[in-house]
């Protein structure tokens, strides 16, 4: 990801796990790189999706600092 957090800008790298079938998909992701304003930045990230979308949304826990 390249872009802002909170004001801080720079770039950070997630990790992905996850399973999929024909019609879900459930996964999780860890920060495991940061760079520029985003250093130190810490967390999580989870998703859960039924079907097929031209977007998938991700819900990130952090801590930045």
């Known amino acids: ?17 996850g399973t999929f079938d ?5 996964g999780t ?3 495991v790189s940061a ?5 130190g930045l810490r967390g999580n ?3 859960e999706l039924a079907g097929h979308q031209a977007q998938y949304p991700l819900q ?3 801590e930045l600092g």
Do not use: C, N, P, Y
């Not at 872009?3 to 720079?10: F, K």
């Not at 024909?22 to 459930?26: D, Q």
């Open 1 to 17: 990801f390249t872009g802002r957090l909170e004001g801080h800008e720079g770039e950070f790298v997630l990790q992905h796990e």
């Open 45 to 47: 990230a989870r998703v």
């Open 35 to 39: 760079i520029g304003g985003m250093m």
């Open 22 to 26: 024909a019609t879900s998909v459930k």
């Open 60 to 62: 990130l826990d952090f």
């Open 29 to 31: 992701a860890k920060v």
